[in-house]
């Protein structure tokens, strides 16, 4: 019994030392000219579904919810942000030659048809990011006709 008492211990120090271990932010103030949203001419319902979905993950401005500052799950949200605006970064469409817009577009396409995108991790969370299947052919038909037009 003595031994778990130290294992918890051990844990429990572990724990409260990784809270001071500062992760960065994905936070700016302002929307750059290269944003989708400005570069194209989004209807509204789809910009709000966007912003919603997508937007926390590959974007400059992330809306951080109350767990994010208790570590691990500050390292997880962290990477998962880096991954996503590596991955797509709407507010630098702008930047992208016509080439990758075209991939970018088939990627969203294929992602959002396979249900790959949003995550169920953010989902789960954030309920207000699942897509119903009138959100899904919206935005897969707006995606497609943007791509077709490039």
Not at 21 to 49: A, C, E, G, H, Y
Not at 66 to 84: R, T, V
Not at 121 to 139: F, R, V, W
Request: net charge neutral.
């Amino acid at each position: 019994m003595k031994i778990i008492k130290i294992i918890v211990l051990v844990l429990l120090v572990a724990f409260v030392g990784i809270q001071f271990i500062p992760t960065s932010r994905n936070l700016s103030s302002t929307v750059p000219k290269t944003d989708f949203m400005l570069v194209n001419k989004v209807p509204t319902t789809i910009q709000n579904k966007l912003q919603i979905s997508c937007y926390d993950c590959h974007s400059n401005n992330t809306g951080y919810p109350w767990y994010n500052k208790i570590q691990p799950a500050a390292w997880f949200l962290e990477d998962h942000i880096k991954e996503g605006k590596a991955e797509l970064n709407f507010n630098e469409w702008g930047e992208y030659s016509d080439r990758r817009k075209n991939s970018k577009l088939r990627s969203i396409i294929s992602q959002i048809e396979d249900d790959e995108m949003p995550l169920d991790s953010y989902t789960l969370i954030h309920t207000d990011a699942n897509l119903s299947e009138t959100d899904k052919k919206e935005i897969i038909k707006y995606m497609t006709q943007l791509k077709n037009n490039l």
